[in-house]
């Protein structure tokens, strides 16, 4: 069970009858029988605050010096803690934004203050009545007397909440309720009354204090978009407020605390300008325009007047150091990029490695093997994105090779593919029926002056024509390794024929459509195979085409597409089976690199990256 120590806070607040006379108590439209004082309760609209509102019905007072609050300072309605009970009218309240303040104040510690002052006209009998729950603990006080304490720990249940009624005999003038607030649990902080004050010579709130207040926050915009809000941006401290009135006088400034609060107090009615002084290396957000909050006050009002800013992200220039080694293993080297030194946000946009012996890859870490013996030029070249441009480094080094491969192995294979003929795109397959040792690598001919390694890569042929593909696949083990050479003859043949159709995205910031090519004559190896092919061209500046191949044994497929940050920008649906393609026109389409992905019946098929430059 929650304990906590009596700290009794004598504050004593009277005033004389004749003030309020002035203020009030001679006017039959000021005179009140019942004020309301529940937690929430806004006295100029005679509604309840949503969560993230600033209290207009108590004030915030005091608190610990270790909590960091200039003051005057606002309180804030808040969000129930998961574990807190709730009233029907009435809300939690906290000087803190959040319902998990996890700093402890127990005695002899100072306490947060709340206050909730109202007038009396004459000497006059006064009920008052009300529910408390509070976390933790609570001494209560009218006029610095002690009158009630929630001390028994646990008292945000609602079986547990302080039941408060007593009539006082009280004297004309201004008296004040004033809650001391402890955190002895870590947890959360705050407290919530449901209540009333009865009697005959009362005098309404407006006309009991006809001032007003201006409060905020000054928030961290971090992703710069505008869009600020207590709930999800950090404050910033140590901002300067301005307060001018409707002439452009500075009547007041104030320094933002450690939650980057703020809040101007006793504002008679009237029109005020609210602004902030910019520091150097941030650029406002919120408001936008002019950036100042022009406020019109009314009597007993709170206005909130945020403040947004942020640290626009300086991307560097496009540069990265390169470097690459190489490690030999009989015939069969070992080859390592070294891009290490990337700095942080900067992205691999492709690899290619020329070996010297008319092979190349676009792995970043291959390994190749070398038929003959001899010296080669071998170059590395790789792109990457930094957020804004691309860059390309290339680096060259000599390599010496002293012991070739055996000459043929003992390897049956044949090469099969499936054909895109709408965009001369071919995915070929290498299939082995025997091997006598591991293969180990996988290097391409297509015959059209281009190579390429793996098992099952795909190529995208210039023009229809008749082309020879040669695929020599290279075997190892510890002590030897061998190779040998299999060639097939393909005939190309290119046809477009287009359906598109228009599919909008939720942002209207990139123009996405379908195309679907009826073609004929389409070879493939095995239709069970799904495919999503890289998109042509990439980068691309206007529109890149990707082509995809689904087996109609499936039903459901679709691309989805996302940015950087991994949010998704546009699902598309694909209802037609088999080959298909989309083409991407990124007409308004940032800069930058994103990734689209291949799901099939609940599954992930492949994910690959696209540039828009």
Known sequence: ??????????????????????????SSACAATTLNISTGFNQSTSTYQTPLAIESNWTFIAAPPSAGITFPAPCWDIAPNGAWASFPNAKWVSPFQSNAYGTNNPAPQPTFDFQRCFCVCQNNNVRIRFDLLVDDGAIIYLDGNQIASAMLGYQFQWNRRLIFDSTFALTAGQHCLTVSLRNTGGVAMGFAVDGFITGANLLSPLCCNTTGSICGTKLNDSDCDGNVSPATDLGLSGWTIVLKDNLGNIIATQVTDNQGNYC?????????????????????????????????????????????????????PCDFKLGMDAKINNCGVNFTADISGLPAGYQVVSTSWTFGDGYSSTELNPTHFYSTTGGYVVCLKVTIFNGKECCTREICRDLKIEKACEGECKIDAEIGFSTDERNCIYNFSSNILYTGLPIGSWFWDFGDGTTGTGSNPSHQYATSGTYKVCL???????????????????????????????????????????????????????????????????PFAESTVIAYSIPAK???????????????????????????????????????????????????????????Q
Not at 4 to 25: K, M
Not at 554 to 575: C, E, M, P, R
């Open 264 to 316: 101007f107090t006793g504002l008679t009615p009237g029109n005020y300008s609210v602004s902030e002084v910019n520091q150097a290396g941030w650029t406002q957000t919120f408001p936008s325009g002019s950036g100042v909050h022009n406020i019109t006050l009314t009597s007993g009002s709170v206005a909130t007047a945020l403040f947004g800013n942020c640290q626009p992200i300086v991307i560097p």
């Open 472 to 538: 020599t696949l290279f075997a190892s083990d510890r002590e030897r390794c061998c190779f040998k050479t299999f060639c097939t003859e393909i005939k190309v043949e290119c046809r477009e024929r287009e359906l598109k159709r228009t599919i909008n995205t939720p942002t209207g910031k990139a123009d996405i459509k379908t195309t679907n090519k009826i073609q004929s004559a389409i070879t493939i190896t095995d239709k069970n195979v799904i495919i999503l092919n890289q998109n042509v061209p990439n």
């Open 1 to 26: 069970m929650k304990q906590i120590s009596l700290f009794i806070l004598l504050l004593i607040a009277t005033a004389t009858q004749a003030v309020y006379g002035q203020t009030g108590c001679s």
């Open 554 to 612: 499936f039903s459901k497929a679709q691309i989805t597409f996302t940015n950087t940050d991994g949010k998704v920008i546009k699902t598309h649906d694909i209802l037609e089976k088999g080959q298909g393609q989309l083409t991407v026109f990124a007409n308004d389409l940032s800069t930058g690199v994103y990734v689209y992905t291949l799901v099939v019946d609940g599954t992930v098929i492949d994910s690959k990256r696209m540039v828009k």
